[in-house]
Structures are given as C-alpha cells and as structure tokens.
C-alpha cells in the first residue's frame, strides 16, 4: 500500500492466475488504484484447492534467511489484512492455537531447544499430561505424543479466504478473465497477452502466478528456471457418532508432520501428501496414517467421505517461492509448494515494491 494512486491509477496489471496468491496481488494492487485484469481459466487442480490454510509462522525452525523474513513480514501483515477483509466478510478470522506434535524424543529435544533459544514468539511446551495430548492419545490410540503450541500461530479457513477475496476484487470491478494466457509479448513498451479463444489483452505489467504453467509463457532459454510439480492430497474421515466423537480434538494440530482440522464432532481432515508428479498415488491413506502403530478403528478407509488433491511447483536449483522480475513489466511470484497462504502478504508486498521500481 506504499504507490501513490495519483501517480499510476491508469495503468494496467495483468495477474495470470486465480489463486490465493494471485488475488492478493490483486488485492493490494488494486487498493493501490492499478486497473487490474485477472486471467484463469481456474481448474480445480490449482495450488489453492488444496490448501488446509494452516498458518506456521513463529513455529517455523529457523531465525534468519529469507524464508524466515517472508515469513516475518507476513506475520506483520496479516492482522492488518484479516482487519481490512473482515468488512467484506466478518466471520474471517485466523484461528489459533497451532499445536505441533511428535512421537520422537530427539525431535522434541530439538523442539524444546528451539523454544528455549526464541522466547519471543509465543511458544510454549505441552506437558505430557496436559488436556490436550491427553485428548488427541485417546482418540488416535497413542500414548507416546509430546509437543509445542503456539499462540500466534494457527488456521485461516481458504475457502472463506478465497470467497472475501472474491467479495472485495468484485467490489473493485476487477476483469476476470476464464480464459488461459498461452503467449505473452512486449511491443512499444506494452505487453501484448493472447488467450486461447484469441483475445488480446494489453497491459503495462503482468504478474505471472500461474504456477507450472508461467514457464510456458517465458523464454527459458533467457531466463534460467526450473520448476517440478508437487501434488498434494488430502482425505476426509467421517466416523458415525456411534464409533467416535471427535469433539475434544483441538481444531488444527499437526502430528509427525501431517496435518489434522477437525472440522466437527464426526469429521475431520487429514493432509496433506507431498507427491513429485502430476498423478495422485492411490495409497493417500496410508501414506497419511502409517506413522500410527495401532489404528484405532474408526480411522479406516471406508470412513473417507471426500478427497481432493492440488498440484503445486517447487523451484530448482533455488529457494521457494521465487520472486523475480524477468525483464521490466514482468515480474514472476510462483513456486509456492508450502505455505502460500502465509507467505501472500509478504510476496505481494514483494511485488508492490518491484512494480513500483519498473514504472518510476
């Protein structure tokens, strides 16, 4: 929110892809007075579809490099963000607690290092015989968990977050596009986009947060990037009330690196998979549950209810997400394999700035 509106409201950015990334460009962009365009053809197996909206910032491992400052900076801005969202939807909130488990004591060590060294950021020890591993030991079959929790961690809901994103960028009269971008150009010093059905877009930026797809859009024989697919699935388990009720289960927990949100007293999520390539494995329930020893017995394949995967990129050879700027008027944010959801104030800022430096 740094651009004067006076200098560039009749400029026009066009944002290739839908996503929750994409729409907080927009979001901030828009609120900078840009004309913006988004261009989708919004397949349900984007990045965004999904996510499980866990937000894992002060738990995050490490104190410097640049994913702890994208990171920080999110952790900044995102109690400004949910602020603002919340007059276009006011049930949006972050929801904490996040509580992370483990059932090895060197990972815990290492956990309780972590803490000790950054008595900063709101974490604290779970005792062994607290409510809450007492709870989740009892319904999992366990006697073994220990972990952390986090006060400024936890869980935004990405449906809800993508639908306010919706309410606001339709507020702003934001041109939606369903069409897929498959060539770009620059000519006299505007960016000339063309669409499947033909239509020509014409731009002055163009951001593009398409994911895998962006590299079929740029010179890879200038611009040296690599990118992989990572898919991932997540399953939904729907006990009847007769085998368990689920409602002493904190909402979002994380349990040797799988996620769990309960999302009532007879459902909960479980995710997700990180899978290198396009086509989902067929064993998503086992690879989700085999670090339990002994299942307990509602937790059975015949009690998925739903299931649904997203295909996200991992950068090569360098850090994720990437943030660049390719050539002047085009500026590449993608890349997001994990906490995209987190990262989206940061990145968008990133890219606010960088714009800002291409038409001074």
């Given at each position: 929110m740094k651009?004067?509106?006076?200098?560039f409201?009749?400029?026009?950015?066009?944002?290739?892809?839908?996503?929750?990334?994409?729409?907080?460009?927009?979001?901030?962009?828009?609120?900078?007075g840009?004309?913006?365009t988004?261009?989708?053809?919004?397949?349900?197996?984007?990045?965004?579809?999904?996510?499980?909206?866990?937000?894992?910032?002060?738990m995050y491992?490490?104190?410097?490099?640049?994913?702890?400052?994208?990171?920080?900076?999110?952790?900044?801005?995102?109690?400004?963000?949910?602020?603002?969202?919340?007059?276009?939807?006011?049930?949006?909130?972050?929801?904490?607690?996040?509580?992370?488990?483990?059932t090895?004591?060197?990972?815990f060590?290492?956990?309780?290092?972590?803490?000790?060294?950054?008595?900063?950021?709101?974490l604290?020890?779970?005792?062994?015989?607290s409510?809450?591993?007492?709870n989740?030991?009892?319904?999992?079959?366990?006697?073994?968990?220990?972990?952390?929790?986090?006060?400024?961690?936890?869980?935004?809901?990405?449906?809800?977050?993508?639908?306010?994103?919706?309410?606001?960028?339709?507020?702003?009269?934001?041109?939606?596009?369903?069409d897929?971008?498959?060539?770009?150009?620059?000519l006299?010093?505007?960016?000339i986009?063309?669409?499947s059905?033909?239509?020509?877009?014409?731009?002055?930026?163009?951001?593009?947060?398409?994911?895998?797809?962006?590299?079929k859009?740029i010179?890879?024989?200038?611009?040296?990037?690599k990118?992989?697919?990572?898919?991932?699935?997540?399953?939904?388990?729907?006990?009847?009330?007769?085998?368990?009720?689920?409602?002493?289960?904190?909402?979002?927990?994380?349990?040797?690196?799988?996620?769990?949100?309960?999302?009532?007293?007879?459902?909960?999520?479980?995710?997700?998979?990180?899978?290198?390539?396009?086509?989902p494995?067929e064993?998503?329930?086992e690879?989700?549950?085999?670090?339990?020893?002994?299942?307990?017995?509602?937790?059975?394949?015949?009690?998925?209810?739903d299931?649904?995967?997203?295909?996200?990129?991992?950068?090569?050879d360098?850090?994720?997400?990437?943030?660049k700027?390719?050539?002047k008027?085009?500026?590449?944010?993608?890349?997001?394999?994990?906490?995209?959801?987190?990262?989206?104030?940061?990145?968008?800022?990133?890219?606010?700035?960088?714009?800002?430096?291409?038409?001074?």
């Amino acid at each position: 929110m740094k651009v004067s509106n006076k200098n560039f409201k009749n400029l026009h950015i066009l944002i290739v892809g839908s996503g929750v990334i994409g729409k907080f460009n927009a979001l901030e962009l828009s609120k900078q007075g840009f004309k913006i365009t988004i261009a989708d053809p919004q397949k349900k197996k984007n990045s965004s579809s999904a996510a499980l909206g866990l937000l894992i910032g002060n738990m995050y491992q490490k104190s410097k490099g640049r994913s702890w400052e994208l990171r920080k900076k999110s952790n900044e801005l995102w109690p400004r963000w949910i602020k603002f969202l919340e007059q276009y939807n006011n049930n949006l909130h972050i929801e904490k607690p996040l509580i992370q488990l483990t059932t090895e004591q060197k990972n815990f060590e290492k956990l309780c290092k972590f803490i000790s060294n950054h008595p900063t950021r709101g974490l604290r020890v779970l005792e062994r015989d607290s409510t809450i591993i007492q709870n989740i030991n009892k319904i999992f079959n366990m006697n073994n968990l220990k972990g952390i929790i986090s006060g400024e961690d936890g869980r935004i809901d990405p449906i809800s977050l993508l639908k306010t994103l919706n309410i606001f960028l339709k507020d702003e009269k934001v041109d939606f596009i369903k069409d897929k971008i498959i060539k770009i150009k620059k000519l006299n010093n505007q960016w000339i986009s063309t669409c499947s059905n033909k239509l020509e877009i014409k731009s002055d930026v163009i951001i593009l947060c398409n994911s895998l797809d962006a590299l079929k859009l740029i010179d890879l024989n200038i611009h040296d990037i690599k990118l992989k697919p990572v898919l991932g699935q997540a399953i939904e388990i729907s006990p009847s009330k007769e085998e368990i009720n689920l409602l002493s289960l904190p909402k979002h927990f994380n349990i040797n690196g799988t996620n769990f949100i309960r999302k009532n007293n007879n459902k909960i999520i479980i995710g997700s998979t990180d899978e290198y390539d396009i086509e989902p494995k067929e064993n998503t329930f086992e690879e989700l549950t085999d670090f339990l020893e002994n299942k307990p017995k509602w937790l059975n394949k015949n009690n998925i209810t739903d299931k649904w995967l997203g295909i996200r990129s991992r950068p090569e050879d360098e850090p994720s997400p990437i943030l660049k700027s390719l050539e002047k008027g085009l500026i590449l944010c993608t890349g997001f394999y994990k906490n995209g959801i987190l990262l989206a104030p940061a990145c968008s800022n990133w890219v606010s700035d960088e714009i800002a430096n291409h038409l001074l």
